[in-house]
């Protein structure tokens, strides 16, 4: 097989090496910066009973939507 170039390898989710395995990527929430950023996430989608959990340990945020049943 030729060689391939790597912009066509990314297009195409190919690995970086030659046996070209397609990449197998895991869904991974949807994480915000800010609680404001968040809440216009939920409102755009229609998300009424929702909770903002904060994913990062510290100071620091990374927060999630969970909906509450």
Request: charged residues 45%.
């Amino acid at each position: 097989m030729a060689k391939m170039h790597t912009r066509r390898k990314r297009k195409l989710g190919l690995a970086h090496n030659l046996s070209h395995k397609k990449r197998v990527k895991k869904d991974r929430p949807k994480t915000f910066k800010t609680e404001v950023s968040a809440k216009k996430y939920a409102e755009v989608k229609g998300i009424k009973n929702y909770e903002l959990v904060n994913m990062k340990l510290g100071d620091k945020k990374k927060l999630k939507i969970v909906s509450k049943k």
